[in-house]
């Protein structure tokens, strides 16, 4: 049986991935924060009060989370393929907030593309863009820059 997921459930969903991203290397920058914030006030159309309730129910969530699963799930089942593919391109953006991606951004992005049904060329190439956005080499390999398991 499938359910209906609320809208504020489903921001909660997405902020908590965007949060993930941004805390996994056991840092919360400044620059992260800023970026998250206003991914969160443009995406859902907020003021920055409500932007920043939703940032701290995400954190807690996050928290409280043992997997990822529960965030994707709810966001694969009631997200249109475009709205999965921004949201990975967000998670993009918030990994570059604070100038450096590290390996567990990236692994954490690639798991969640995957969990959310964007294929694998799709995310290189909102990597690619974003990396551009932020004044970085584009054609820069990542570790998880692949479609098959080999090295491009």
């Known amino acids: 049986m499938e359910r209906d997921f609320g809208e504020n459930e489903l921001r909660v969903a997405a902020a908590a991935l965007l949060v993930h991203v941004a805390e996994i290397d056991g840092f919360f920058t400044?620059?992260?924060?800023?970026?998250?914030?206003?991914?969160?006030?443009?995406?859902?159309?907020?003021?920055?009060?409500?932007?920043?309730?939703?940032?701290?129910?995400?954190?807690?969530?996050d928290r409280e989370s043992v997997d990822l699963y529960g965030f994707t799930s709810v966001l694969k089942h009631s997200m249109s393929g475009p709205d999965r593919r921004r949201l990975v391109e967000m998670m993009w953006t918030v990994a570059y907030a604070d100038g450096t991606v590290q390996e567990f951004e990236e692994n954490i992005i690639w798991r969640v593309s995957e969990l959310l049904g964007v294929p694998a060329r799709e995310r290189i190439a909102m990597r690619r863009k974003v990396r551009e956005e932020h004044g970085c080499d584009p054609d820069a390999p990542g570790p998880w820059d692949t479609d098959s398991g080999a090295a491009s």
């Open 30 to 61: 400044d620059s992260e924060k800023r970026a998250l914030l206003l991914l969160l006030q443009q995406r859902f159309d907020l003021d920055v009060g409500s932007a920043e309730s939703l940032l701290a129910e995400a954190r807690a969530r």
